[in-house]
């Protein structure tokens, strides 16, 4: 299809797209807010304004509903709420509240169209738009695609504004004041005497009064707590080991299961649980899909007796071996594999034609999430309902998927989202919240507390997807003009939403994510991405698609600028055609002090990468040592339009580099006999303390809208620590992980 056709084409998708939102599901069912879920349960003299405050005489609480994975997610959203709402840390507690529509995520619809981050145009707002609607309507509630800073910005703000007017109002019905004469400060509101009333003394009164709506917001100068450094609310328990997990609650009766299921994904033909039954501690052993659970007084006690199961398994639906897993997607290179074309800018054909690089090949592999904290769920099944405790970032599918477990009604489950010790898109899976409710619906009026152990955590993870890139490109006059990348893989979304039985039609934007969308003006630039067959399933791992694709991109471009002799910050930059993408380049050159002198046996290496609407460029210095690759320094700059925290960006940052760096230099899972072959962190290791550099961070804030940090940093990684190797030896590593191709110190 010619470029005229594709655009007719998206442009009738569009419009379809906008006759769907303002017909089907209606222009007022959209700007209809859902319902206030707080005011269901409110206590005599208690307040809600809205879903994200309440207020009663003991205690103010804020409502951040997005789930904390350790990325200080609820610090930030209480932060928001706090600042407009003229709250001080400590003077309110946090909770995730429970799930509801009215928690739908804003932010979502932004990785749902086919458009960069950077189009303002109004064919992607639209689309964006009716994304929107599309998301509020089903009430999609979750957490994941850097979006919990993004969806929170506005409305929590909003949320705090309403409620400080509203107690300012009930001050004046008490008082007879009128409100343009009374000020807030510190949970108080101030009367023109000094006097105080505090928010709770407040409640009552507020109750009876109709919330104030549209609120005028603070301006930025004005700001006490967004942009400025403060101290995460959690850091102290985190820090003395006082934070309550999922995995550390005790529930008052409960018993304590493990399972063991078909590490080749498919089912039990047989077992022998005989020596399990007879062992301490173990009251029960029963199956559930898959496989079997032992029930016992203890969780070290149950996981021993697993051990002693023996399973009969069936057959992998996928094929056995790891260089079967390759071959198949090698082979996906074809018309009829072919997802979409994302890009086809300029003449690719006519520009090889002269100057020419030899065809190059790149590959990256599965890799687990393996969070420090195992997967876990507490699940109490009882006629009237159910009750569920545990971590997990999509709460409203969560009770959907017990409610088809037991029966019961989705309206009938009671989720309580925990602190989560780590994530990375693991605990966007439900499997372990199936089994453990497939448990207590057999133990009905029982507690039951399933805890995986590492091994079963490992094997039974849905990794992230490998894939192939192939690339070619072409230099004239010391410039690249051309690339043509093509790039195969699984489908992630197509696997991931599968088991969560929502359809997703239409291509896989995460197969192209990190490469079609790179802002650069390439000349001539065509990106093609192939669907491989469904092999192992796989899941959302830290940044998706990007976390592959960055690394093809931007090593395909480095040899290229290098087959063109020229500087590979210099030719970033030329090629840049969005500003803010530009200045993060140009700021990164300048923080690393790009240009200068190197000792020998020392190189640089450069990465640009844009995911989820953030441009983020790292620069790696290393050190070729005789005992291998030392890594000595990183510098990162990022935008993302507004850093709500400073200090949790630089600290999200610098661990995104970490999981970046670790992963890229040791991290796989391979196949054998349709089992993975690693099982703990022995042999999927990350990066030790002794190897980690020193890493320097810049946020920047030119965007024109406010986006999350937890995932960007994580892409350029690869890139810029495979690229400053080529610089400090000459050495190219087209394949992850490295350890492979080269010894690291």
Not at 105 to 115: C, H, I, L, S
Request: hydrophobic content about 40%.
């Amino acid at each position: 299809m010619g470029k005229a056709g594709k655009i007719a084409r998206r442009s009738f998708l569009i419009g379809s797209a906008a006759v769907l939102g303002g017909v089907a599901f209606g222009v007022y069912k959209v700007k209809t807010p859902y319902p206030n879920p707080l005011e269901q349960d409110l206590n005599d003299g208690a307040a809600s304004f809205n879903p994200w405050v309440l207020i009663d005489a003991d205690k103010i609480t804020l409502i951040g509903p997005h789930a904390d994975k350790g990325q200080g997610v609820a610090h930030a959203q209480a932060i928001l709420i706090a600042e407009e709402m003229d709250l001080e840390p400590g003077q309110f507690e946090i909770s995730f509240g429970k799930p509801d529509k009215a928690y739908w995520n804003t932010a979502m619809a932004g990785e749902g169209v086919p458009f960069m981050a950077s189009d303002a145009g109004f064919p992607a707002e639209s689309m964006r738009s009716v994304m929107g609607g599309v998301i509020k309507l089903i009430g999609l509630q979750g957490t994941g695609g850097s979006t919990s800073v993004p969806d929170s910005f506005d409305k929590l703000r909003q949320a705090g504004a309403m409620a400080r007017e509203t107690l300012k109002a009930a001050a004046a019905q008490q008082t007879g004041i009128n409100t343009t004469a009374l000020k807030t400060k510190a949970g108080h509101v101030i009367l023109p005497d000094g006097s105080k009333l505090s928010y709770q003394e407040l409640a009552g009164v507020a109750a009876n009064i109709a919330p104030v709506r549209d609120p005028k917001l603070r301006d930025p100068s004005q700001w006490r707590l967004i942009g400025k450094p403060t101290q995460r609310l959690d850091i102290v328990a985190k820090s003395t080991g006082t934070q309550t997990y999922g995995i550390d609650l005790e529930i008052e009766g409960a018993v304590h299961a493990a399972v063991k299921v078909n590490p080749r994904r498919s089912g039990m033909i047989s077992y022998d649980a005989s020596a399990a039954q007879g062992m301490r501690g173990v009251k029960h052993v029963l199956e559930v899909t898959n496989g079997v659970a032992v029930i016992a007084d203890n969780t070290w006690r149950a996981i021993q007796a697993t051990e002693t199961i023996d399973c009969e398994w069936a057959e992998a639906p996928y094929p056995a071996e790891q260089d079967q897993h390759w071959q198949e997607i090698a082979a996906s290179f074809t018309e009829t594999h072919l997802d979409s074309t994302w890009r086809d800018d300029g003449d690719v054909d006519a520009a090889m034609k002269e100057g020419a690089v030899a065809p190059l090949e790149y590959r990256v592999p599965y890799v687990a999430h393996a969070p420090l904290e195992p997967l876990n769920a507490t699940v109490l099944v009882e006629e009237g309902g159910v009750t569920v405790w545990s971590g997990h970032q999509m709460p409203r599918i969560l009770q959907d998927m017990v409610a088809g477990v037991t029966g019961h009604d989705a309206s009938q489950v009671t989720f309580n989202n925990q602190f989560m010790g780590g994530s990375f898109g693991h605990r966007l899976e439900f499997e372990h919240i199936k089994q453990a409710t497939e448990i207590a619906n057999q133990m009905r009026g029982t507690p039951v507390k399933l805890t995986y152990s590492r091994e079963e955590d490992m094997t039974h993870d849905f990794p992230r997807q490998p894939g192939i890139a192939r690339a070619t490109g072409s230099v004239k006059n010391g410039q690249v003009v051309a690339m043509d990348l093509q790039v195969a893989m699984p489908s992630v979304i197509s696997s991931q939403m599968g088991r969560a039985n929502i359809p997703v039609p239409g291509p896989d934007s995460q197969i192209a994510a990190g490469a079609w969308n790179n802002p650069y003006a390439l000349p001539n630039y065509r990106m093609r991405a192939y669907r491989a067959p469904e092999l192992a399933p796989v899941s959302s791992w830290r940044s998706v698609g990007a976390s592959a694709n960055g690394f093809f991109f931007d090593s395909v471009l480095d040899e290229l600028i290098h087959a063109a002799g020229a500087d590979p910050m210099e030719e970033r930059i030329r090629l840049m055609q969005h500003d803010v993408s530009r200045k993060v380049l140009e700021t990164v050159a300048e923080m690393s002090d790009w240009g200068a002198p190197l000792a020998p046996g020392k190189g640089r290496g450069v990465a640009f990468v844009e995911s989820f609407g953030v441009p983020t460029a790292e620069v790696i210095e290393v050190t070729a040592t005789e005992d291998g690759i030392q890594i000595d320094k990183v510098w990162v700059a990022a935008d993302v339009g507004t850093v709500v925290d400073p200090v949790n960006f630089e600290n999200l940052v610098q661990g995104g580099v970490i999981f970046g760096l670790g992963h890229a230099i040791n991290c796989e899972i391979t196949y054998s006999d349709g089992m993975a072959e690693q099982s703990n962190f022995d042999s999927h290791e990350g990066m030790r303390l002794y190897q980690c550099p020193e890493i320097f961070v810049k946020g920047l804030e030119n965007g024109a809208k406010v986006r999350g940090i937890g995932e960007p940093p994580v892409p350029p990684a690869a890139p810029a620590l495979a690229n400053a190797i080529f610089a400090a030896t000459g050495q190219r590593i087209r394949e992850l992980p490295l350890y492979h191709s080269i010894d690291f110190v």
